[in-house]
C-alpha cells in the first residue's frame, strides 16, 4: 500500500461484517431447504438461493472498497463489477448444488472447497481489478496466498457446517449453533476479503477523501441495506416455509402410523390383540402344507366359545363384555403352549391351532387346562363374573386334511357340547351337526321369521357430544326365535345375504324405521334422524333408489332425515358403481355415513371420492382410548382425517365419562353407548324420549 493510504471507516468495516454474517446465516437455512425438498422446489431454492446468497457475498466486498479511504470514491467498469457478482453467485450455485447430495465425502470437501474458495477469491479480486484507477495494481505475494488459502478454507468450512447443520429426522439443531456458525463463516468472507485488500497496492490517486464524508458511503449504505433486506425476506420465506415441512412431515408421519395401525387390524383382533382368522388361516396352510398326514404331523383345531356371553353384555354393559373377552384371551395365552397359536375369530369366539404332534391325549389335556382356567370367576370392577365354556375338537388328518374342513368340524363339535349341556369338550364325530346344517337350520327359521313378522327392531340414540341433546337414531334388527334363542345381526345378515332374503329384510327395517320416526314425531316428539345399516348386496342392487324413493314417499319422512349407514367393505366392493348410487341417494337429501370405520381395508384417498358426510368409529378403538396409546393415536387420527375432509364424526361404543370426555376434547360430535342408553325396543324407546322431552306433563 501506498502512504497515502489512510485506513479503513469502521461504520462500513461493521457493515460489510454484518452482511457476511447475514450471508452465511441464509446460506445455512438455504442449504437445508435445499437439501429437504424435491423437485420444482428444490429447483427453486437452489436458483433463488444462489442468486440472494452471491449478492450477499458480493455486497460485503462492495461495502467493503467503500471503507477503504484509498478505494472509496474509485468509479468502477461496470462489466467487471458484473463479472464479479456473476462468481458470488455461481460459487454459490455450486455450494447449493453440493449440498444437494446424500453425503459429503472428503473428495467432494476438498475438491468443491476448493473450486468455491477459487471462485469467492476470483469475485474479490476481478471486483478489485473494477476499480478505475490511475495506474497499476500490484500485490504482496504471500498475502495473495493467504487470503487464497482463507477463502478455500473458509468455503470447506462452509460445506462442511451446511451437512452438519441441516436438521435430521431426530435432531434439530440449536439456534445457537446455527447463529455461532454463521458469525465463524461471516468473519472468514470478510478476513478473506481484507486480507485481499491488504494484498492490495494501489498508486496515489489525485484525490484524497475523508473517511466517511463522501458520496460512495451513502451508496454503501443502500447497497447494504438493500441487500440485508433482500436476504431477511429470503430468510423469513426459508423458516417459514421449514416450519410448513415440519408440519407437513409430522402430519405425514402421524397419518403412516395411524394407516400402519388400520392395516394391523386387518391381521390382528383389535381388542385382544391377538391374531385373527386371516392369520389363522395361514398357519393352518403351512401347516397342512409341511408334510403329508404320518406320525408326526397330526396336530389339533379346538373351537372355543363362551356360554351365555350375551347375558353378560346385555345385562352388565358391553364394557364389561369388553374386558371380560380381554381377560379371556390372557388366561387362553397361559393356558395353551408356546408352540399352539390362538386366535380370535368372532365375538366370544376363539380357535387355538396346537403344534404339530399333539394327539388325542394331549388335546384332551389342553380342552381341560383351558376350561379349568376360565371355570375361574373373573373380577372385573366391582362385579364377579362368572362364566363357563364349551369346546369342539377336530384331529388332522382323521377329522379333516383341509383348513375348512376342519374348523367346520371343530365349530360343529363345539356346537354338540353346548347342547349336551355346555361347559365341556366334545371331539368330531361322524354324524354330529355340522355348522353348514346349522345355517341351513337358520336359513329356514329365518324364511319363517320374515312371513311371521317375527324379526323387530331396537333403537338406540345417537347423541350430541357437547350439549348431549338427542341428534338422532340407529334402528339395529332383532330376532328371537323359541327354538334357536336371540340370533345376533352377525349370524342373521350373512345367511341373509347368501340365501337371497337381505333386500326383502332390508325393505322391511328400512320401512319399518322410518315409519317409527314418523310415529314417534306425531305423537309430539322431535323429529329423530334416523340411521338405517346397509349391506353390500342392497347397495348394488339396480331397483335400490326406487326403494328409497317409495318408502320415503309412503312414510313421509324428510329425506334429511334418513341416514344410510355403509361399511368400508360394502362401498369397496364395486366403488364404480357404489359412488354413482351414493350420489343419488345424496340428490334425493338422503345423509350417508361410514360404519365401523377403520375395520375395513380401505383408506381416506378411496373414501374421498364418495358423498360421505359422516364417519363412525367403532367401538373396538373408542373402548380403549383412557388405558390404550394406540386405541387413542387411532382414534385421534380418525377424527382429524375426517374434519380435513368436513366430515362429522359418530364415536360408538361410549360407556364412561372418561371416554366422553376423550371424544369431545379431539372435537368429535356424536357418540352412541351405554353411557346414554343401550339399544331399546320401540316401546321402550319412547319411555326414553318420554323422559327427555315430556309432551303429555
Not at 198 to 217: H, R
Not at 223 to 237: E, H, P, Q, R, W
Not at 587 to 599: K, R, W, Y
Not at 614 to 622: A, E
Request: hydrophobic residues 45%.
Amino acid at each position: 500500500m501506498t502512504d497515502d493510504y489512510t485506513g479503513y471507516a469502521p461504520t462500513l468495516v461493521a457493515l460489510s461484517l454484518l452482511v457476511a454474517v447475514i450471508a452465511s446465516l441464509v446460506g445455512f437455512h438455504l442449504a437445508a431447504r435445499v437439501r429437504g425438498s424435491r423437485g420444482l422446489a428444490r429447483r427453486l431454492w437452489w436458483s433463488g438461493g444462489s442468486l440472494v446468497m452471491g449478492l450477499g457475498i458480493w455486497s460485503t466486498h462492495f461495502i467493503g472498497t467503500r471503507a477503504i479511504s484509498a478505494t472509496a470514491d474509485l468509479s468502477q467498469d461496470l462489466w467487471l463489477t458484473l463479472t464479479s457478482l456473476a462468481f458470488g453467485v455461481l460459487t454459490s450455485a455450486l455450494a447449493l448444488a453440493i449440498v444437494q447430495t446424500r453425503w459429503l465425502s472428503l473428495c467432494k470437501l476438498l475438491i468443491g472447497g476448493s473450486v468455491m474458495g477459487v471462485g469467492i477469491a476470483f469475485l474479490h479480486y476481478v471486483g478489485i481489478g473494477a476499480l478505475r484507477v490511475e495506474g497499476t495494481v500490484s500485490y504482496d505475494p504471500m498475502l495473495f496466498m493467504l487470503s487464497i488459502v482463507i477463502a478455500v478454507s473458509g468455503s470447506m468450512g462452509a460445506l462442511w457446517l451446511s451437512f452438519r447443520l441441516t436438521p435430521e429426522k431426530r435432531r434439530k439443531v440449536p439456534l445457537w449453533q446455527i447463529s455461532l456458525s454463521a458469525l465463524i463463516m461471516g468473519v472468514a468472507i470478510a478476513g478473506m476479503f481484507y486480507t485481499a485488500v491488504a494484498a492490495a497496492q494501489f498508486p496515489q490517486q489525485d484525490v484524497a477523501t475523508e473517511i466517511g464524508a463522501s458520496a460512495s458511503d451513502r451508496l454503501a449504505f443502500t447497497i447494504a441495506f438493500m441487500t440485508i433486506g433482500i436476504m431477511l425476506i429470503v430468510l423469513i420465506l426459508s423458516i417459514h416455509d421449514a416450519h410448513l415441512s415440519s408440519g407437513n412431515a409430522r402430519l405425514a408421519a402421524s397419518l403412516r402410523k395411524a394407516n400402519y395401525e388400520l392395516k394391523a387390524l386387518v391381521s390382528r383382533d383389535p381388542l385382544t390383540r391377538l391374531p385373527n382368522r386371516l392369520l389363522l388361516e395361514d398357519r393352518l396352510d403351512a401347516l397342512l402344507t409341511r408334510g403329508k398326514p404320518g406320525a408326526g404331523n397330526e396336530f389339533a383345531v379346538f373351537f372355543v366359545n363362551l356360554d351365555r356371553f350375551k347375558t353378560v353384555n346385555d345385562s352388565l354393559g358391553h364394557h364389561v363384555g369388553d374386558e371380560l373377552i380381554q381377560q379371556v384371551a390372557s388366561r387362553l395365552q397361559v393356558a395353551v403352549r408356546d408352540s399352539d397359536m390362538l386366535a380370535r375369530v368372532g365375538g366370544d369366539e376363539f380357535i387355538i391351532v396346537s403344534a404339530e404332534n399333539t394327539g388325542r391325549a394331549q388335546s384332551a389335556k389342553i380342552a381341560e387346562r383351558i376350561m379349568s382356567s376360565l371355570g375361574k370367576a373373573f373380577q372385573i370392577d366391582n362385579n364377579l363374573v362368572r362364566i363357563t365354556t364349551s369346546i369342539g375338537i377336530s384331529l388332522y388328518p382323521s377329522d379333516g386334511r383341509d383348513k375348512h374342513a376342519l374348523m367346520i368340524h371343530a365349530d360343529a363339535a363345539m356346537y354338540f357340547a353346548k347342547d349336551a349341556g355346555r361347559n365341556n369338550f366334545k371331539f368330531f364325530e361322524p354324524g354330529m351337526i355340522s355348522a353348514t346344517e346349522r345355517r341351513a337350520r337358520l336359513e329356514n327359521r329365518l324364511r319363517d321369521a320374515i312371513e311371521n313378522d317375527a324379526l323387530t327392531l331396537a333403537y338406540q340414540p345417537k347423541v350430541n357430544v357437547i350439549t348431549g341433546e338427542i341428534a338422532g337414531v340407529e334402528a339395529l334388527l332383532r330376532w328371537h326365535d323359541a327354538g334357536l334363542g336371540n340370533v345376533p345381526p352377525d349370524e342373521i345378515i350373512p345367511i341373509a345375504e347368501e340365501s337371497g332374503l337381505i333386500l326383502p329384510i332390508g325393505e322391511w327395517v328400512l320401512k319399518t324405521a322410518c315409519q317409527q320416526s314418523m310415529d314417534w314425531h306425531a305423537q309430539g316428539y322431535p323429529l329423530l334422524k334416523m340411521a338405517v345399516n346397509l349391506s353390500a348386496i342392497q347397495l348394488n342392487n339396480k331397483n335400490f333408489v326406487s326403494v328409497v324413493k317409495r318408502v320415503l314417499s309412503e312414510t313421509q319422512l324428510p329425506p334429511h332425515c334418513l341416514e344410510l349407514e355403509l361399511t368400508e367393505s360394502a362401498i369397496m366392493q364395486n366403488p364404480d358403481r357404489a359412488s354413482m348410487i351414493l350420489l343419488r341417494l345424496r340428490e334425493l337429501g338422503v345423509m350417508l355415513s361410514i360404519d365401523d370405520f377403520g375395520t375395513g381395508y380401505s383408506n381416506m384417498a378411496q373414501l374421498k371420492r364418495f358423498p360421505i358426510s359422516c364417519l363412525k368409529i367403532d367401538r373396538s378403538f373408542t373402548s380403549g382410548v383412557n388405558s390404550d396409546l394406540q386405541d387413542a393415536a387411532i382414534v385421534k387420527a380418525v377424527v382429524a382425517l375426517a374434519h380435513s375432509l368436513n366430515l362429522e364424526v359418530v364415536a360408538e361404543g361410549i360407556e364412561t365419562p372418561e371416554q366422553l370426555a376423550f371424544i369431545r376434547d379431539i372435537k368429535g360430535q356424536q357418540y352412541q353407548g351405554y353411557l346414554c342408553s343401550k339399544a331399546l325396543s320401540s316401546d321402550d324407546f319412547q319411555a326414553f324420549l318420554q323422559s327427555r322431552y315430556p309432551v303429555n306433563a
